[in-house]
């Protein structure tokens, strides 16, 4: 594809995941990493991305970077217990929602934002209410493509510290081997289910993927699952 493609949330967990498979699968002339800080990179199939740093509190005056670029990808995100009730809202609404309306007005496309299972705006909790109230902004912006993922716990070794998910990760291990797209998501999967939807055709200008939807987008199912992991032993 002769296009170009941003992150946003880049150093997150997903985002992290989503950076490597964008520079294996060479699916874009260009990808722009926008965020808060710039990432020091060793390997040499890092060198051509591209970093731009801004202020998403001041992000109006940032709106030359996302010009031009044709595919965008958000997964921004923090916790209540980290950033507290203003903070995370600040990051996951305002800074999801500004993000979108900015690289809307400069031309962006196709925009892929990472929301949660169980994403409600009239749900009174603020975690899924926050996640909910995004999605039907953006769904109000009027791109030709949106596309939300909704995984269940993501399945990875976080570098911050949050005991909570841990343990949630450790007693869902089990679960995970019987029913693997029910309520957990590795995260490269959910990253992988991302570059196929991306180069993948599509009729709808909105389309939502659960937990297992975002499973078989990936190609993951419970007998290819098996047959990874047989090939690693």
């Known amino acids: 594809m002769n296009k170009s493609a ?15 498979e964008l520079i294996d699968s060479k699916i874009f ?7 808060r800080r710039e990432v020091k990179y060793e390997e040499d199939t890092h060198q051509k991305l591209e970093q731009k740093v801004i202020d998403f509190d001041d992000i109006e005056s940032h709106s030359s970077v996302f010009s031009g670029l044709d595919v965008g990808y958000c997964c921004l995100g ?9 903070g995370f809202y600040k990051v996951d609404h305002d800074y ?17 934002l990472v929301s949660s299972q169980g994403a409600n705006k009239d749900s009174s909790l603020l975690y899924p209410k926050t996640k909910g109230e995004v999605e039907e902004e953006l769904k109000g912006m009027g791109f030709d493509r949106l596309s939300i993922y909704r995984p269940a716990l993501l399945m990875c070794n976080r570098q911050e510290s949050r005991w909570g998910e841990a343990a949630a990760r450790f007693l869902m291990k089990p679960v ?7 309520i957990t998501v590795p995260t490269k999967t959910v990253a992988k289910a991302m570059i196929t939807a991306t180069v993948s055709p599509s009729n709808q200008s909105v389309e939502v993927f659960d937990n ?4 078989l987008l990936a190609g993951y199912s419970k007998s290819k699952k098996s047959k990874d992991d047989a090939e690693k032993k």
Request: with cysteine; charged share 20%.
């Open 29 to 35: 002339s260009r990808v722009v990493l926008i965020g």
């Open 96 to 112: 999801v929602v500004n993000s979108a309306k900015l690289a809307k007005s400069e031309g962006c496309k196709h925009f892929n």
């Open 6 to 20: 941003f992150v946003v949330g880049y150093t997150g967990e997903v985002g992290k995941v989503l950076v490597e």
């Open 212 to 215: 297992k939807a975002i499973h």
């Open 78 to 86: 923090t916790t209540r217990g980290k950033s507290g009730k203003d």
């Open 176 to 182: 995970q081997a019987a029913f693997p797209t029910w």
